[in-house]
């Protein structure tokens, strides 16, 4: 058996020109944004690649100024209080940081009562700042795209639950379908009269309104929201879930029944403190968990994922034009990376090109891994060498990245870990392994390896000085070399290669080519 060259990659790939070489696309390289929530105000600052943003700043306030609105008709007072002093606070903030002005909304609490409107005026008179006063529809649309943010080719139904509402919304082919407001927000459900019984009665009859209006939704359910964070994380509680990353934590109807059982059953304090949440949001979980359940039982889901992206990403996400929406956000957050800390840039694209013969037959899912990788693969080179084995897992496993399920992010820090050690063994993320199965622990190894190796073959303008030959059938793996890049394959390169082809069970040949 015969293999034929490698088909030389395109020069960007399936992915696209970088979007960060466009001086428009650096327009949305920061950003900021307020949400004024019946629950909490927050800022978020974002800054990076524009398809993939970081959070450069991130600061909430606990507030509940629904608290009481039904009764009332009118913001909590306190709320009221703490709410102007964030956003004194934020504006003084986006003033410092050179981003002003922000971008703010207020959603149901300040939609209802009656002194909004004058709240409103007061922070205009004492910041200056404009707060964006959006109805329940365009709450749910901003949401959802929000989650759009993440996964570009979300099929499925949002749920965002703030302190008085809940939204959902259709997401299907990159755009918001239909999508509707409800009063199931947790601060709200405090004032439902009988208890309990009036509660679940209360929660029935609304959810099943809204599930006649939007039909069948047996695709996937996103969740979005603190509360639904804050299950989350008592789930992988009570599962001893070894990944904190809320980000895509994937539950089913099973362990959410089981979770809430669970919080029933609980101590809600000790529980809190184990979890890292704070009374104010705990305060709010029971009666969440209560509108979770009915919502699993009441429109049957395939699956269920959390989404850490919502009303805020939306925000960020409605001043992204199609072109750029379109883009993998991943691919563009490890691209962004590369040019700004890998010691050559660009080099990435050309190692994805080398180890790709070892990955021929894998799906395009896994081949953006592998991708994502190599784009990675020396931004950490400033990092004790000690260290940067470890560094590279945790970052990879635990950053702020879009369009990554769990099992992904693991495979993508093995192999970063493989590029700077030969063992996984004795560190302190084996635990996480387990997410991974052995054979994607072993082709991430692989990967990783690969890298490793093609890492030392650095040929400035030499684009095909050196090739990867990989005969599964015969377990032969062969290095070609052109005469530029003969003289960098020394002991350690070769040392570096024979651990490659350790990984793969393959013998090792390489050839020499003349001029």
Known sequence: MTQEPATPTPDWGPFGKPLFDDPKMRALARVG?????????????????ARSPAYFYNEKIMCALGAGLSETGRLNPEGRRRALSAMRRFAALSDSMGISPLT???????????????????????????????????EARLSAQGVLLGWPGAHGLVCDIGGSSMELAEVRDGRVGK??????????????????????????????????????????????GGSWRA???????RRAYPLHVLHEYRMTATTIRDTVRFIEE????????????????????????????????????????????????GMLYE??????????????????????DARLPGFGRRLYAFVLPLFRNLPDER????????????????????????????????????????????????????????????????DLFNILSEERQGEAEVLGKAMRFGAMLWIHGHEDAAELRWFPKKKQLELRLAP????????????????????????????????
Not at 105 to 130: I, M, S
Not at 276 to 284: C, P
Not at 485 to 504: D, I, N, Q
């Open 104 to 138: 703010v909304v207020a959603t149901a609490a300040v939609r209802e009562a009656e002194d909004g409107p004058e709240f409103c005026a007061e922070v205009l008179a004492e910041t200056g700042l404009k707060i964006w006063v959006i109805d329940g529809d365009e």
């Open 367 to 430: 081949k953006r891994l592998i991708r994502a990788a190599c784009l990675l693969h020396d931004v950490s080179w400033r990092a004790h060498p000690d260290y940067r084995a470890e560094l590279t897992f945790d970052n990879a496993t635990r950053a702020h990245l879009g369009g990554m399920r769990h099992w992904e992010r693991i495979y993508l820090g093995v192999a970063l870990l493989h590029r700077y050690r030969n063992k996984r063994e004795g560190t302190h993320f084996e």
């Open 484 to 515: 530029a890049a003969a003289p960098l394959f020394g002991e350690v390169a070769e040392a570096r290669f024979k651990a490659l082809a350790a990984s793969l069970s393959a013998e090792t040949s390489v050839r020499y080519l003349s001029a």
């Open 319 to 340: 001043q992204m034009p199609r072109e750029v929406r379109e883009r993998d956000p991943l691919i563009e957050a490890c691209r962004f990376a590369e040019s700004k």
């Open 179 to 224: 999508r509707l407001t409800s009063p199931l927000g947790p601060l709200k459900l405090r004032e439902v009269k009988g208890g309990k019984a009036g509660r679940k009665a209360h929660i029935k009859a609304v959810l099943e309104d809204m599930h006649s209006w939007l039909g069948p939704q047996r695709d996937r359910l996103f969740l979005v």
């Open 266 to 313: 609980s101590d809600l304090e000790k529980l809190r403190q184990r979890c890292g949440l704070s009374e104010a949001r705990m305060s709010l979980v029971p009666l969440a968990a209560e509108v979770l359940k009915r919502i699993i039982s009441t429109i049957r889901p395939k699956d269920i994922a959390v989404s850490s992206y919502g009303i805020r990403e």
């Open 231 to 237: 299950i989350a994380r008592i789930d992988m509680e």
């Open 33 to 49: 944004v307020v949400d004024v929530g019946s629950n909490s105000v927050r800022l978020v600052v974002f800054d990076g690649a």
